[in-house]
């Protein structure tokens, strides 16, 4: 079965760590390769263990991303999370490069060394040597193969780079995954114009930063649609 879905795709549900070897994909039909970005893990750590009997596969550029916002004041904690949660697994299993499953539907999880040959990409594609241009690489690649990849991201502009070149892309609400106890995220409803300032500007002063602790997750719903920010050490919203 396929995780919870929006238009383009909403994912979540379906913690489970069994951690035994999982056995080779291509003896399973109807399976999913999820290919995660960065941006997921950071708005929900717990993503690892959300996609049902599926696929899930780590590029190794999300890991040194992750690394990179440690420290970060406001994304700090959600990237040790994801790392920690990555390292259990690596503790309990040994290595990670090769597919473990992680949940009790059968899902697996890898840490991805290969495929990251951005020649794959369209000619004309602008090969940067980004992060972003690696993980699309890996989800071009690994299409390649013959598996039925979905790039997760919470990325606008990298879903539409991925639809650009037939690869289907979808997004991760975390604000629709259950909670089973204060995770750090909320939720809340605010004005149009809210969300208008956060889009034009990322960062704004507003009393609902008040109510809530220093580093706090919010999903704000509007008529005009939703964005997920951060309570921010000064007590405004930052834009995620």
């Avoid at 795709?9 to 760590?17: F, Y």
């Avoid at 809340?188 to 889009?199: E, K, Q, S, W």
């Avoid at 920010?229 to 919203?237: E, G, N, Y």
Wanted: aromatic share 4%; with cysteine.
């Amino acid at each position: 079965m396929d995780p919870t879905i929006t238009t383009e795709k909403t994912i979540g549900n379906n913690r489970s760590k069994t951690g035994k070897s999982a056995p080779a994909k291509a003896a399973k039909t109807g399976l999913k390769t999820y290919v995660i970005d960065t941006s997921v893990l950071l708005a929900d750590p717990s993503a690892l263990f959300r996609f049902a009997e599926h696929e899930v596969i780590i590029p190794i550029a999300v890991i040194g991303e992750l690394e990179q916002k440690r420290d970060h004041p406001e994304l700090g904690y959600f990237a040790r999370s994801a790392l920690r949660a990555l390292d259990d697994l690596r503790i309990s299993h040994g290595r990670l490069d090769q597919p473990l499953e992680i949940t009790v539907e059968g899902g697996t999880l890898s840490v991805e060394l290969n495929h990251t040959d951005t020649s794959s990409l369209p000619a004309g594609f602008y090969r940067d040597g980004s992060n972003d241009t690696r993980i699309l690489a890996v989800a071009r690649n690994l299409a390649a193969d013959g598996k039925e990849v979905v790039l997760v991201t919470k990325d606008l502009p990298l879903r539409v780079k991925a639809s650009s070149m037939g690869i289907s892309a979808e997004e991760y609400r975390a604000e629709l995954v259950p909670n089973t106890g204060w995770t750090g995220m909320e939720a809340a409803t605010v004005g149009g114009n809210t969300i208008d300032a956060l889009y034009e500007n990322e960062k704004i002063s507003d009393p609902l930063a008040k109510d809530y602790p220093c580093h706090t997750g919010i999903v704000l719903h509007s008529e005009k649609g939703s964005a997920l920010v951060r309570v921010t050490p000064d007590k405004k919203l930052q834009l995620v």
